[in-house]
C-alpha cells in the first residue's frame, strides 16, 4: 500500500464549483498533515495545515478521520487561479522539521 | 518574506559527469533538506541535515549523493556520475523548529 494516496484526477469544473479531494495514508501512527498547492514546474507551497477539529481557511476545508486514516480538502466557489496539483503530505514524526511524505497529486483545472 | 535560493535553475549534463546543486537556505532555519521529482511522479524525500550532519536519508540517497554546508550560508548536493535517471527537479527546503518548511522554487537537472 502506498504510503499516502490520491486520486490522481484529473478534475475539470467550471468557475464556482465545489469540488473535494481525498487522500488516505498508510502508517497510523502521523502525526501532522498538510495540502500543499504546485503549480505547473514549480515548488511546492504549503496551502493549509489539517487538524483533527476540521480547519478553515476561505473558501478551503480540510478535514482529518485518523480512525480511518483519511484526509479531506474541498475547495468552495472554485476560480480560474485555483487550478494546480493538490498535494496530500503526511510528517510521520509531527515535528515542524521532520521528513515529509508526497502524495502524488491531484491535478484540478477550473475553466470558464 | 523571507526564501530559500536555489541556483542555477536549469542545469544540463551529461551523463557521468558531476554536478553540484546550491541553496541558500533561510537564515535563521536549523534544518535543511533536498527533494527530489522526477517529471510526472510524486516529490520524493532525499536527506536531511541538522547540526552539520545528515538526519536522515531515503534509500534514494545512496553513495552517488553527498550533502555539504561548506559555509554559514550554502547548503549543497552533489551527484557524482550522474545517470540519466537522475534527471528530476530538485528541491531544497529549510525550516525550524516552529513555522514549518520553506521550499525554494528548484533546479531543473537535465542528465543527457
Known amino acids: 500500500r502506498k504510503e499516502v494516496e490520491q486520486d490522481p484526477g484529473p478534475f475539470n469544473v467550471p468557475e464556482g464549483a465545489t469540488v473535494a479531494f481525498n487522500c488516505t495514508y498508510s502508517?497510523?501512527?502521523?502525526?501532522?498533515f498538510f495540502w500543499y498547492r504546485q503549480d505547473c514546474r514549480k515548488e511546492p507551497k504549503l496551502l493549509m495545515s489539517v487538524y483533527s477539529s476540521g480547519n478553515e481557511d476561505g473558501r478551503f476545508t480540510a478535514q482529518l478521520n485518523r480512525a480511518s486514516q483519511y484526509i479531506s480538502l474541498l475547495i468552495r466557489d472554485s476560480k480560474l487561479s485555483d487550478s494546480a496539483t493538490y498535494l496530500c503530505?503526511?510528517?510521520?514524526?509531527?515535528?515542524?522539521?521532520?521528513?515529509?511524505?508526497f502524495g502524488q497529486g491531484t491535478i484540478l483545472t477550473v475553466h470558464p | 518574506e523571507p526564501e530559500v535560493t536555489q541556483t542555477p535553475s536549469h542545469q544540463v549534463t551529461q551523463m557521468g559527469q558531476e554536478v553540484i546543486l546550491r541553496c541558500v537556505p533561510i537564515s535563521n532555519h536549523l534544518y535543511f533538506y533536498w527533494y527530489r521529482q522526477i517529471l510526472g511522479q510524486k516529490v520524493e524525500f532525499l536527506v536531511s541535515f541538522y547540526n552539520n550532519e545528515i538526519s536522515e536519508k531515503s534509500e534514494i540517497f545512496d553513495d552517488q549523493f553527498s550533502v555539504e554546508r561548506p559555509d554559514g550560508s550554502n547548503f549543497t548536493l552533489k551527484i557524482r556520475s550522474t545517470k540519466l535517471e537522475d534527471s528530476a527537479m530538485y528541491f531544497c527546503?529549510?525550516?525550524?523548529?516552529?513555522?514549518?518548511?520553506?521550499f525554494g522554487s528548484g533546479t531543473r537537472l537535465t542528465v543527457v
Open positions: 527546503a529549510s525550516s525550524d523548529r516552529f513555522y514549518g518548511y520553506t
Open positions: 502508517n497510523s501512527a502521523s502525526q501532522s
Open positions: 503530505v503526511v510528517n510521520i514524526g509531527g515535528t515542524s522539521y521532520g521528513k515529509l511524505t
